[in-house]
């Protein structure tokens, strides 16, 4: 099936969870049951644990408010806090804090515990509580620190005693890291309470267990592994497919050390069939990727080059006299990762180059997946360069403010694939099959879940 | 070495080396029979490995069938065969239907080789399959390399086709040959099966199946198949433990196109059989050292048996030749050695005769060399005495005055005669009374200076030429038990003699000393000498070379040394002196019996 055909399925599918409303009404209670592959082992939002042991952003806005959210194009939107301004340098920001909002423990969420909170989250701002508001001093201008606050990690977040308690819609019930979250609606919510009355999260669960306990009617959402799409929507199962959200791509452990070395790295870009992995490999469940951010998200990612080019890799390969054998390590516990990367050396070796594939941590290339951190295109790079440990790209603040964003996004985008510490191989699309009486379903472009709209049909009216 | 010892050691070393012999035959009876039994369970588990590779060849082709005959096999040649390439549709079907049938290698391959879907490298879609056999036909399973992301394996295969249309495609099944599959191989006690995957030239120990060891050391003998591609066996030592050696058996395991796929080795220990020889060995060291023990007491028995009368003959030998003459030996056979003892017997019987026939003739000798002294001796102080009464007789009947005239004269030379003949017949006396010494501590020292001494007069008597006494004396001599006047009448009896020997004068050395534990005093002068016959007859009783001597000195000389345990000799050359040398004993016992 093409993936214009799975598109189509999908979007026809969320049609009908869309107008789901419009055959029934939304109602209050019931108990949504999830099981989820990631298993974090903290749900603190300050926490930074690698991939798969922290606690999905979807999940930890469940429980902790940010000041600010974004929407589904990206602009930041009122959160617990209300309104913000910024002096001219964009540097120091005043947010003002949301009257009437308590923790999960009955304590008001003042100014004093957002801006511990901020400050626990990240160090390296100067935040002082003012009145009902937080000061943020950056120490460079960061014009884009709404976006940044959106992101869950800055969940405001109160720590007493090694106990941490949000402001979110939902309370912790229990929690068993790694294994299981039970969350109960707050009726006292300030944004208006869930309509579910719990949600119970089976935590470490593989794609096979959770379609397993869909199928067991244990779980009411479970995920679905990109390749693994289509066959479920052939299986009937009722599946809703993100956009292409989550890069996966090659990231190099060290710069490029040499010219030759940089040849050797063309040659590897130009030597991916990333068509063939998206198309047989994820059986459509992504797109092929030259760039860090989403075509749909940039518009301008479709300029960088994805297709395979045998002779103009071997040109490269040839450039160099001798290429040593590269060791390519990804997540051995990962299936796609490693049909990934062992299809990824098989194109190597067609344009000369020798590498091998391994699950060991210290590899000269690793192959990585990254959720889209932000619908914010700044945020994203931020974080990807972050996170990849590359230079974070420069804001030019003047032309930032003055030209569409889409043209300096490019540039900055530009720059960090031409280190070469890079080669971006797909976006792919993230998938969720609900059980047929999941209604509400909510999720935005980069996939994140909206689980306070969603509510259960107990039987027909 | 003893008779009875060499008896002792021929009976040991018998009976050694027949155990020696009895083991060795024993053992290598046993070898042999090992060698036979190991060769037959080495058959018996390579006709096992061929029946389970040809069962699991069968099943496997039976899968591989059944997956040809399956929808998605057909879908998929329909597919092929109107041209799509679309391998997305395909690319998971390989490993859902190899996991369906159990099959650990499930590929799907287009007429042209290239790889619809893997379930092994599910990557490598698209990809030419690089071993696909040459003219790929239906048949039974058989050894293929299998090419895998991480490296290569070594797989039972079949292949089947599935054709419609036109453009067939091939459906490759198969199942690793790996340690589950050595496995299920029924080894017998003691033996082990293992599989060398040949996948890479030379030996790489990575690619040895079951358990090995020390990898390394299979390294010759795998190369050995390599190189000649045919069965070769050798023996592994694994330690220094002989028990540990293991026979190993190395078969060829070829593919489709004759290539060396694998090698199948097949161990056997020798452990039962190297403890069954240590228990033989075991056995053998006690049969030989009760054997050795029994031959020590049997030949000990028998030997002192046999050898007795032989020792007893010995021990008789010696006492004849110690002078004990009148040694017998008992008879108690009536073989060879009883016989030899009759003789032994009667030789002793026949000596004893013969000596005492000796004796008597020695006697009768020396009886008639006195008397010839004795004649001698006494004619010449006779005669003169003859002749002087002659004379008084005629001249006393010629005239008295006559008479009276010599009468003075001849009563002298009567007197003088007489005591001439008193003197010759004190020697005699004293020659026969020889007093037995008297022994005490003497340093002979002293006694030779004394004898000097009483010399020295003598010595320096205008009478005679001078003579020069010299004496050489050891400072460090032992004192000796002797009898002191006895040694004084030796010495000065030697002296003397020796200065009659230099009537020209010359010069008399004395000297002394020590041998081990014997004094040796020296008496030298520098006469004529003597010569080799006289040198011989010197000590015979009654024998000189002097106008006047009784021939009694050296005699009672010799009797006094031998008296005191000692020895005596001469040396003397014509012209050169004579030396006499005398060994004296310290007789430090005879000092403690008398004392």
Known sequence: MRPSALLLLAAVSLCLAVAAPARTRPHYGGNLRLAIGEAPISVDPADVSPAGKSMPPSLSRLIFDTLVTLDARGQAQPALSPSWQVDPGNQRWLFSIRRGVAFHDGTGVSSDAVAASLRAANPNWKVFATGEAVIVECDAPTPDLPAVLALARYGIAKRTGGKVVGSGPFAINRWDAGKKLVLTARDDYWGGRAFVDSIEIEMGKSFREQTIALDLAKADIVQIAPDQTRHAVLEGRRVLSSAPTEWMALVFSRDVPSAQDGKLREALGLSIDRDAMNNVLLQGGGEPAGTFLPNWMTGYAFLFPTAVDLQRARQARNAVQQAPVWTLACDGSDPLARVITERIALNARDAGLTLQTTTSAVADIRLVRMPLPSLDAWVALGEFAGSLGLPQPKFDVDRLQQSANASTEYAAESALLQSQRVIPLLHLRTAVALSANVMGWQEDPDGSWHLQNVWLETGKP | ?595
């Open chain 2, 1 to 595: 070495m003893s008779f009875r010892r060499k008896l002792l050691l021929v009976f040991a070393l018998t009976v050694f080396l027949c155990v020696g012999a009895v083991s060795w035959i024993v053992s290598t009876v046993t070898r042999r029979a090992f060698e036979r039994a190991s060769e037959d369970q080495t058959t018996a588990l390579i006709a096992q490995f061929r029946r389970e590779f040809s069962r699991r060849g069968e099943e496997v082709a039976h899968r591989v069938e059944t997956i040809a005959g399956s929808e998605t096999a057909t879908r998929m040649a329909l597919a092929v065969s109107r041209g799509s390439t679309d391998y997305s549709a395909y690319v998971n079907e390989a490993k859902a239907l190899a996991d369906n049938q159990q099959l650990d290698f499930l590929e799907f391959v287009d007429s042209s080789g290239t790889i619809l879907s893997s379930a092994q490298w599910p990557a490598k879609f698209g990809y030419k399959e690089g071993s696909l056999p040459a003219g790929a036909s239906p048949g039974g399973a058989f050894l293929r390399q299998e090419d895998l992301p991480d490296g290569a394996a070594l797989s039972l295969s079949a292949i089947r086709q599935v054709e419609i249309g036109e453009k067939p495609i091939y459906v490759i099944g198969g199942r690793r040959l790996d340690q589950e599959f050595m496995a299920s191989l029924e080894l017998p006690a003691g033996m082990r099966a293992m599989l060398y995957r040949n996948l890479a030239k030379g030996f790489s120990a990575p690619l040895l199946v079951g358990p090995s060891g020390n990898a390394q050391q299979l390294a010759p003998l795998i190369e050995q198949v390599q190189q000649h591609q045919q069965e070769a066996t050798a023996l592994l030592h694994w330690s220094g433990d002989a028990a540990d050696d293991e026979s190993v058996h190395a078969i060829p395991l070829n593919g489709l196109d004759n290539q060396l796929l694998g090698i199948l080795l097949v161990g056997n220990t020798r452990r039962p059989y190297v403890e069954l020889r240590n228990r033989i060995r075991s056995a053998a060291m006690l049969a030989g050292s009760v054997g050795i023990v029994l031959a020590i007491l049997f030949s000990g028995w028998a030997s002192s048996r046999v050898t007795r009368p032989v020792e007893q003959l010995a021990e008789a030998a010696r006492e004849v030749a110690a002078g004990n003459w009148n040694t017998r030996v008992p008879v108690d056979s009536s073989d060879e050695l009883g016989a030899l003892a009759e003789s032994f017997n009667r030789m002793t019987e026949e000596l004893l005769q013969q000596r005492e026939r000796l004796v008597q003739a020695e006697r009768v000798a020396a009886w008639r060399e006195l008397a010839r002294r004795l004649a001698h001796e006494l004619k010449n102080p006779l005669f003169p005495l003859q002749l002087t009464v002659e004379n008084l007789v005629r001249a006393r009947q010629q005239s008295p005055e006559q008479f009276d005239e010599i009468f003075p004269e001849s009563s002298a030379t009567l007197l003088a005669e007489i005591a001439n003949l008193k003197t010759i017949i004190s020697r005699f006396s004293e020659f026969s009374r020889m007093p037995q010494p008297q022994f005490q501590r003497v340093q002979v020292n002293e006694v030779v200076q004394n004898v000097a001494r009483l010399l020295q007069a003598q010595l320096q008597s205008p009478k005679h030429s001078p003579i020069e006494c010299r004496l050489e004396l050891a400072e460090d001599l032992a004192s000796i038990a002797a009898d002191p006047e006895l040694l004084h009448r030796a010495f000065s009896n030697l002296a003397l003699n020796a200065m009659d020997a230099m009537p020209q004068g010359g010069t008399l050395s004395l000297r002394t000393r020590q041998s081990s534990d014997r004094v040796v005093v020296e008496i030298a002068d520098t006469g004529a000498g003597l010569t080799a016959e006289e040198c011989e007859r010197l000590f015979t009783p009654y024998y000189t070379s002097k106008a006047h001597g009784t021939g009694l000195g050296l005699a009672i000389v010799q009797s006094i040394i031998s008296d005191h345990g000692g020895r005596i000799g001469v040396h003397s050359e014509p012209g050169r002196g004579t030396a006499f040398m005398i060994e004296l004993p310290d007789n430090l016992d005879k000092l403690a019996a008398a004392g």
